[in-house]
Each structure stands twice: as structure tokens, then as C-alpha cells.
């Protein structure tokens, strides 16, 4: 028996997606214009004097210097967020997956990092790590090693990125959790049987059986680092030391809240888009054929 | 939040048995909106000023609303300008006096809002550096002044003991202050020295003080066609100073802005250079005896020392918006009642309490004079150092009256980032601050372009 239902006519279809085309128009689609059109002005603060100044902001945020550095330290900051989120969760989903005593407990206790802001996780690790006032931070210089991740840049992106990548962590955790046990046991025991040891039955296994799940956490990571990463850049360094820890989105911010420069803000965060459309293009081009469903 | 209800109660109660008749044979109060980015504690002290103005009087109501940091009220008010819903009064930062003065159309200054509505206040009894850093550079009042600090030196008396300095005699000049962290250094104290708001107290208050500009065109206050002047001899002088005394452990780098707040009253740093508004602080979470002093100086350089500037707030009145015309889309009632609640703020009285729970100066004179009587600074020594630091030199001049710079937000980060590079010594003093003016002034260019027009 055919269940589909059909409605006739076009009216009420379209109804019943009005709704949807309502929020997707107010909340997307119309910001996004709003950008771009005023990606295409110059305009004082509170909107008194405008100019149309066609691309020239665009011109503008490429050939400076600062945009670049700030595309720079993207590109380090997403990738080494996304690799270290995703190996460090794999690894304890691997381990979790295991039949060890208080697995629950293991595997409850991982998620929760999940559920903490990230301006909160920032101050967190802004306890741990600070030179002066943190516990590891004081230990580490007592111990002779020079810590102080507001004057040396490499330490602050060291930092921005394992808070940031621990927030991203059980996120992750659950995916590869629920990946693992949706592999059949059968499979595994027959490259038991064949003689495979462990590691090369995740390598050969394992791991081609879990890239979907791979695959979908590697675009989500990568949009959470030039993202939501917001509040831990903002909590923890401000962008600092110098510009060593400014990334797009920060910047984004930075020029348009603090500097009220509406129309380079505008026009970076259009770039910014048009950057993540097209990496995720690109992964789904590229990346997605190597992966098995 | 339960402390606003409170004070909201509160002026409820007093409002109706201050006018001893029932409530509703009066018209309803005109509600004057106020949109505030003072956080708690201060934020509550300054919302108990404004409930009691509310008591004292039954015609206006002013409604507080904390909008977040200044960065975020600043961006708020100007959103709500862009849709006509701008509130009367915001409170902005002293940096972003420039942005609001350039809005034009959207600002009412204080002093065409006095003589429209017949209120009298007078500013000539206002510190100089106070009303001048909120003037036109011909002496009207553009917004009304209220939370304002300024910069001294803190230090920890119990350490300059340990290390054989006379903790009652606090170094003057900057060579005194060298050679007394070295003798901190000496007895194994790890931070001499450190500094809160890198840009606005060793920039921005070094040129003041020693009465060199900070940039052309009176500092921005002639136009805005101003250009900066960070990398003159005393800046990169005093520059070198720092990165070589940071190199060579006499004075630590603490961050940004506030960020090096903390070091001071915990006992770590025996000097520090912050805001005066870090007294309250270190008085709740210092454990040892201290002292404060005025902000170092070159004693070689001549005309030195003078006022330093004032950091803080002031509160701007604005439009409604972009196209309210000449009434600015108000009533006349709710100017008066804006007049009249800048009136009531401006009283010695109100003016000195709040200098007294907050620790913020005094803004007049008067107040000054008022927190005096009331044996205040024999009760807190050191509490005035501040507001004679201020009153240093007489009138202020064009290089200590303030700053007028438009972006000046974004001035100040680039100033800081440029110094952070220098303290890792990827670059020279000099060049730090070379590069600081050349980025600066990119600012300025911008800012004149959108706001050429504007202004008009």
C-alpha cells in the first residue's frame, strides 16, 4: 500500500515550508546581505555620512598586513585544533571502547568538558597556565622554564589551541564512541582469527570503518576552530602578545565592536565566509571520496 | 539583580510617601533612559544615585541599564541610534570621546542641552583636566563629566623595607625609581616594578606629564585632521627604558589593560603604576602595609611635571536618531529632566560620596573640598594624590588637557601590540613606536574620511 501523501496545488506546500523560509530569511540570509552590502560602504559610526566605495574594503583587508598575519595564524590554529581535538579524541574513544571496570563513569566524566562555555574553559585554563597567579604556570617558571604566554607568542597559540581543542574533545569523544561500537565485532574477529595484531587491526579495520564519522568531525572541528573560538582567544589573550594569537573571526570582532570600522569588518567577515564555503566544498569534493559508508 | 529590585522598591516606597497624596492623582513620571557600563560593585553604586534622584524629585524617572563593558554599550547606543531608539544619556569611555563627538547629528552636547532647557551647572569649578578632556577646543562643554581617574604609583612599604628604602619617601623620577628597583632586585624581590594599561599610563599620561603632544592639532582637539607623534625623543627614550629595565628583570610586562591589576595587591610587585581606581583593591586584598605616590617623571626635562590626564567615563546625551531633526526626537520635558538629573550628579554632595565609595576623583573642586571637611584623606592617606596630581601645574595645556583622537580604541591596541613586540624584542624601542605612529595614523586617516562629512 502506497502511504505517500500528495497535496495538491502549490499553496499548500508551500505553507507548510513557510516556516522554514521564514527563519532561514530573517536569521541567514538577511544578515548575510546586510554584510556584503556593507562590505561595499564606508560609513562613519552611527551611519551619518555613507559612501559606496565599491570593492575597495576588499582591496583594502587583502593587502594588509595585519589581515594576512591574521589568515596566517588561522590556518595554523584550525589545523593544529582540528588534528589534536580529533586524535586525542579518537584515542580515548579507542580506550573507552575497551571492556575496562567504571566505563560510565570514564565516559560520563569525558563528556562534560563539552557543557562548560568557552569564555569559561578560558578562565579555567587562565588559572592553570597564567605566569603569575596560575598553578602550572608559577610551577613551570619555578622549574626554570620560561612561561609566560603574554609576551611570547608561540606559547599563547599554544595555549589558544589546547583550550580550545580540550573544549572540542567530547564533542568528538561521543562520535567515535558511537562509531566504534557500530562496527561489527564479526569483522574484527575474523582479522583476529587471520592473525592481525591490535594495531593493525585499527589501522586496516578500524579506522577505514570509522570515516564517515572522521570525515563529518573533521568539517565540524574546522568550523568550530575559525568560529566558535571566540571566547577562548577573547578570555585568554585578546589576540596577543603583539597580534600572535589574532585569528579571522577575532578580528572580524576586534575591527568591527572595538574599532567601529563596520565596513573592513564587513568585508573580512564575507571573505571569511566565502573561505569556509569553500573549504567545506573542498572537503566534500576531495576527502569525501576516500571515505567508506 | 535581586539588589536592583531592591533599589527599584525602594524608590517605589519613597517616591509615594515623598508625595504624601496618592500616587495616581499624578501625571506619570517622563522617563529619561540611561544606559550605563559600569559592572557590580560599581554599577549598584552608581544605579543608588539614580534611584536617589528619582526620590528626590516626582516629575522624571531615569531608568538604568547596565549594557555591558564600554566597548559593548558604545557599539549598543550605536545600533540603537541606527534604528531610533537611542537612549538620552549613555555612558562612554574617555577614548571614545572622539567617535562621539564626530557623530554630529547624533549628540546633543551638554552645554546646548543646558541653555536649551535653563539648567545652570558650573564647570568652571571642575578640575581642569576633567572638563577639558570633554570640551571643544573653545570651551564648551560637550558631555558631562562624572566617573573619571587617573594614574598614581602604588608601593609596597613592607618590601621597600626589605630592600633598605625609606618607605615613607616614594621615588620621584624615574632615575630614583631605577635605582630603587635595583636595590629591590637586590634583595631578591622577583617583579620591582610593573604597570596596568601600558598605552594610557606610560604613553599617553609620560606626554601629558612632561607636557609633550601626543599628537598634532592639540592632541586631536582642533580637528581631525591630526597626526600622531609617538616616536619623539621622550617616547622612545622612556620606551628603551622599559624593554632594557623588562630585560633586565626591574620591571615586568603584565599584559594588557587591566591585566596587571592583580600583581600589586597580591604582593608581588613592590611598585606599581595603575589606575587610582586599583585603591579599593588592594585596601580589600592587600596583606601588608603600602603607600601611593604621583606617576614618575624625567626630572632633565623641562616643564616637567605637570597634570597628568584622567581616564574613566563620561555621560554623552544623544539623539534619538538619524532623522528626529532639530527636536532630536525628544520632548522638551525629557530634556529638562536629563538637565536636571546632570544637575543633581554635579552637586558637591553626590559628587563627594561617590569619590568616597568608589574611589574615583572628585570631579569638582567643591566635592573635593566637601570629601575634606569630612576628614576623608586624614582617614585615607593617600587617598588625594590623585587629585593633586591633577590639579599639578595649574590650567591644563594643549598636551595635558586630554586626547581627542578619533579610533582612539583602536589606537591604544595597536600601541600596546607594537610595545608587546618590542618587551619579546623582535623589534627596537624605536622601532616599536615608529611602527605604533605609522599604524596610528592610518587610523586617523580612516576615521577623518567616514567622519569628514558627518561632522557637517
Not at chain 2, 564648551?140 to 604609583?153: E, I, K, L, Y
Not at chain 2, 599610563?201 to 597626526?227: D, K, S
Not at chain 2, 579599593?280 to 632633565?300: H, K, S, V
Not at chain 2, 530634556?335 to 569619590?355: L, Q
Request: glycine content about 8%; hydrophobic content about 50%.
Amino acid at each position: 500500500m502506497d502511504r505517500k501523501v500528495f497535496f495538491k496545488g502549490r499553496a499548500l506546500p508551500a505553507l507548510f515550508l513557510l516556516p522554514q523560509l521564514a527563519v532561514t530569511l530573517v536569521f541567514f540570509i538577511w544578515p548575510a546581505a546586510q554584510a556584503v552590502w556593507q562590505s561595499l560602504l564606508q560609513q562613519d559610526a552611527f551611519g551619518l555620512a555613507t559612501e559606496f566605495v565599491g570593492l575597495e574594503n576588499f582591496a583594502e583587508v587583502v593587502a594588509d598586513p595585519a589581515w594576512r598575519g591574521a589568515a596566517a595564524n588561522t590556518a595554523v590554529f584550525a589545523s593544529s585544533v582540528a588534528f589534536l581535538a580529533l586524535a586525542v579524541a579518537l584515542f580515548l574513544a579507542v580506550q573507552a571502547d575497551k571492556s575496562i571496570r567504571g566505563a560510565h563513569i570514564y565516559r560520563t566524566l569525558l563528556i562534560w568538558p563539552y557543557a562548560v562555555a568557552p569564555a569559561i574553559a578560558a578562565v579555567l585554563w587562565l588559572f592553570l597556565f597564567h605566569p603569575s597567579i596560575g598553578l602550572i604556570g608559577r610551577a613551570l617558571n619555578a622549574a626554570g622554564v620560561a612561561w609566560n604566554y603574554q609576551l611570547n607568542g608561540n606559547q599563547a597559540m599554544l595555549l589558544v589551541v589546547v583550550a580550545s581543542a580540550w573544549k572540542q574533545v567530547s564533542y568528538n569523544f561521543i562520535f567515535f564512541l558511537a562509531g566504534l561500537q557500530s562496527i561489527p565485532k564479526s569483522v574484527l574477529e575474523a582479522a583476529a582469527i587471520d592473525g592481525a595484531r591490535p594495531l593493525r587491526r585499527f589501522w586496516t579495520v578500524v579506522f577505514p570503518l570509522l570515516s564517515p564519522t572522521t570525515f563529518f568531525l573533521l568539517v565540524v572541528n574546522l568550523v568550530y576552530a575559525f568560529f566558535d573560538t571566540f571566547g577562548v582567544i577573547h578570555a585568554l589573550t585578546k589576540g596577543g602578545p603583539g597580534k600572535a594569537t589574532e585569528t579571522l573571526i577575532y578580528k572580524v570582532y576586534v575591527d568591527g565592536v572595538d574599532n567601529l570600522n563596520l565596513g573592513s569588518s564587513a568585508a573580512q567577515s564575507v571573505i571569511l565566509m566565502v573561505l569556509v564555503i569553500a573549504l567545506t566544498a573542498v572537503q566534500f569534493r576531495f576527502v569525501e571520496r576516500r571515505v567508506h559508508y | 539583580m535581586l539588589r536592583r529590585h531592591l533599589a527599584a522598591a525602594a524608590v517605589a516606597v519613597l517616591a509615594l510617601a515623598g508625595l504624601g497624596r496618592p500616587a495616581l492623582a499624578q501625571p506619570a513620571p517622563v522617563e529619561i533612559q540611561f544606559w550605563h557600563g559600569l559592572p557590580q560593585p560599581l554599577g549598584g553604586l552608581l544605579e543608588k544615585i539614580v534611584a536617589d534622584f528619582n526620590a528626590s524629585q516626582p516629575k522624571y524617572r531615569v531608568v538604568p541599564t547596565f549594557r555591558g563593558t564600554y566597548p559593548e554599550t558604545m557599539v549598543g547606543a550605536v545600533a540603537a541610534f541606527r534604528s531610533s531608539t537611542a537612549p538620552h544619556i549613555v555612558q562612554m569611555y574617555e577614548v571614545g570621546t572622539g567617535t562621539m563627538l564626530a557623530a554630529g547629528r547624533a549628540i546633543r552636547p551638554v552645554h546646548e542641552l543646558l541653555s536649551g532647557t535653563g539648567v545652570t551647572i558650573d564647570f568652571n569649578d571642575y578640575l581642569p583636566p576633567v572638563r577639558g578632556y570633554y570640551q571643544a577646543a573653545d570651551g564648551r562643554q560637550m558631555s558631562m563629566p562624572f566617573n573619571s581617574s587617573t594614574a598614581v604609583m602604588f608601593y609596597n612599604k613592607d618590601l621597600f623595607q626589605r630592600a633598605g628604602l625609606d618607605p615613607n619617601t616614594p621615588p620621584k623620577t624615574w632615575q630614583e625609581v631605577e635605582a630603587a628597583a635595583r636595590k629591590l632586585k637586590e634583595a631578591g624581590i622577583s617583579c620591582p616594578m610593573t604597570t596596568s594599561w601600558p598605552a594610557w599610563i606610560q604613553v599617553e599620561q609620560t606626554l601629558a606629564m612632561h607636557n609633550q603632544p601626543l599628537a598634532t592639532q592639540a592632541n586631536g582637539f582642533r580637528g581631525l585632521n591630526a597626526e600622531m607623534r609617538l616616536a619623539g625623543p621622550l617616547m622612545v627614550r622612556h620606551m628603551q627604558n622599559l624593554v632594557e629595565w623588562q630585560r633586565q628583570g626591574l620591571f615586568r610586562y603584565g599584559g594588557r589593560d587591566a591585566a596587571a591589576d592583580g600583581l600589586f595587591p597580591s604582593g608581588e610587585c613592590a611598585m606599581a603604576f595603575a589606575s587610582s581606581g586599583l585603591r579599593a583593591r588592594i585596601i580589600r586584598e592587600g596583606r601588608f602595609q603600602w603607600g601611593t605616590a604621583m606617576l614618575p617623571y624625567y626630572g632633565d626635562v623641562a616643564g616637567a611635571p605637570r597634570n597628568s590626564i584622567i581616564g574613566g567615563a563620561s555621560f554623552w546625551v544623544m539623539n534619538k536618531g538619524p532623522n528626529a531633526g532639530a527636536t532630536g526626537g525628544r520632548s522638551a520635558e525629557e530634556w529638562r529632566g536629563v538637565a536636571e538629573f546632570f544637575r543633581y550628579i554635579a552637586s558637591p554632595e553626590v559628587d563627594a560620596k561617590w569619590h568616597q565609595d568608589t574611589g574615583y576623583v572628585p570631579v569638582r573642586r567643591a566635592s573635593y573640598e566637601v570629601a575634606r571637611r569630612a576628614g576623608y584623606y586624614q582617614q585615607n592617606a593617600g587617598a588625594d594624590v590623585a587629585i593633586e596630581q591633577l590639579l599639578r601645574g595649574g590650567a591644563a595645556t594643549d598636551n595635558s588637557r586630554g586626547i581627542r583622537l578619533g579610533g582612539y580604541v583602536e589606537i591604544r591596541t595597536i600601541i600596546q601590540e607594537e610595545m608587546e613586540k618590542a618587551f619579546q624584542a623582535q623589534q627596537s624601542a624605536q622601532q616599536a613606536m615608529e611602527a605604533a605612529n605609522t599604524r596610528a595614523n592610518v587610523v586617523l586617516r580612516n576615521f577623518e574620511r567616514q567622519n569628514a562629512r558627518a561632522a557637517q
